[in-house]
Structures are given as C-alpha cells and as structure tokens.
Antibody
Framework: QVQLQESGPGLVKPSQTLSLTCTVS??????????WSWIRQHPGKGLEWIGY???????YYNPSLKSRVTISVDTSKNQFSLKLSSVTAADTAVYYC??????????????WGQGTLVTVSS | SYVLTQPPSVSVAPGQTARITCGGN??????VHWYQQKPGQAPVLVVY???DRPSGIPERFSGSNSGNTATLTISRVEAGDEADYYC????????????FGTGTKVTVL
C-alpha cells in the first residue's frame, strides 16, 4: 500500500519561501510509471493543482504559480519537494502531495497524503 | 483554461440516489475522475476514467460521461456518503491541464 506523508513548517512569514517535502513509502518513485503532484486547498475552498514531477526530474507547473514554484525529486530518499517563493496570505492553504497515474489522455491522483496546513503570517 | 462546473450542493434522503453533475465543454471526449472528501480528510478517488472504481470503492458509486456533462451517481445513499465531491479532468490542450471541478457538497437528510 503506497503511503505519502507531507512535512514542513506550518507557519511561514510573508515574502519568504514555503518548503514542503513528501515522503513516499510502499513504492519507489524511481520505478517510474507515475507522476508526483502537489495540490492545495484554500480554507473552505476547492482543490487547486500546483504541479507535478516525474522521477526523471521533468516537471509541469500551473501557469498561475509557475513563476514562484519549484518541484524537485530526491529518488535516493524516495521524496519529492515543493518550494513556493514570495508567499502572501493568499498562499495559506492545506497542501497535499499525491501520486498520479497518467496516460496520454488521462491523469488522476490515486493516492494522497493526509495534507498539511501552511499558514502565511507575520 | 478548461472550466468544470458543479452544483454547489445536493441533498438526498438515505436509501435514495444522488446524482452529481460536472459540466464542461465537450467533456464527453475526456476522461473524468471523481473524488470524495470528508471534513478534515484528504480526497479519495472514487471513480476514474469516467466509470471505473478503484479497489475498495462500493459498487454504489458509478459514473457516466457524455456530451457536455459527466455524472457521478451514488445509489442507496448512506449517512457516511455525506462529503464534498470533486470531478477532475486532464486536458492536454488546456493550461493548466489538470483541472478540478468547483465541488459539490452532498448532504444526507
């Protein structure tokens, strides 16, 4: 059973960089076949896809966040990470990591982490 | 970007059938996936590729997709089905390609 677990600071100051790590167990990122996503949910709101990474390091970001987002992968630790720079209160949200099954015409998240609340405040 | 529209809320009595729609331009040409999210929990995939169910999801959950509307149907609704439901598609011609619907709150009366 694949499990994902987010970790990182729950409080970030405005203008600083939000950094989160997702640790994957029960499966290897480097085995390929899956993409690894970050998704967030503002309080009381819907889901927003941030971007994903393949084990090779190939990435795709939501254009609304692209200028501030970096997703990276560390296959030796079976982890992938999110960095979001220049954060404001509007980045306060629950951040989820997820495993994506993707084909040429379809992509969905079949396993999710429990989510971690990140609050941006001074 | 591609837009998916869902009704904000659906109410259903226990034992009845709930139908949640997801509207999008020519959505019938895309694969639609559905997630259930209970308060304080992460979303759970309940239907993928229009009508397939992951292991462990009850047969009461089913999906269909045609034209401009995809539908998640929950038969014999139980109190435990009360949750938010989101549709999602991957549209390679859109940016971002990974799009969620606006979400529907299902209330069991």
């Amino acid at each position: 059973q694949v499990q994902l677990q987010e970790s990182g600071p729950g409080l970030v100051k405005p203008s600083q960089t939000l950094s989160l790590t997702c640790t994957v167990s029960g499966g290897s990122i480097s085995s390929g076949g899956y993409y690894w996503s970050w998704i967030r949910q503002h309080p009381g709101k819907g889901l927003e896809w941030i971007g994903y990474i393949y084990y090779s390091g190939s990435t795709y970001y939501n254009p609304s966040l692209k200028s501030r987002v970096t997703i990276s992968v560390d296959t030796s630790k079976n982890q992938f990470s999110l960095k979001l720079s220049s954060v404001t209160a509007a980045d306060t949200a629950v951040y989820y990591c997820a495993r994506d099954w993707c084909s040429s015409t379809s992509c969905y998240s079949d396993y999710w982490g429990q989510g971690t609340l990140v609050t941006v405040s001074s | 970007s591609y837009v998916l529209t869902q009704p904000p809320s659906v109410s259903v009595a226990p034992g009845q059938t709930a139908r949640i729609t997801c509207g999008g331009n020519n959505i019938g040409s895309k694969s639609v996936h559905w997630y259930q999210q209970k308060p304080g929990q992460a979303p759970v995939l309940v239907v993928y590729d229009d009508s397939d169910r992951p292991s462990g999801i009850p047969e009461r959950f089913s999906g269909s997709n045609s034209g401009n509307t995809a539908t998640l149907t929950i038969s014999r609704v139980e109190a435990g089905d009360e949750a938010d439901y989101y549709c999602q598609v991957w549209d390679s011609s859109s940016d971002p390609p990974y799009v969620f619907g606006t979400g529907t709150k299902v209330t069991v009366l």
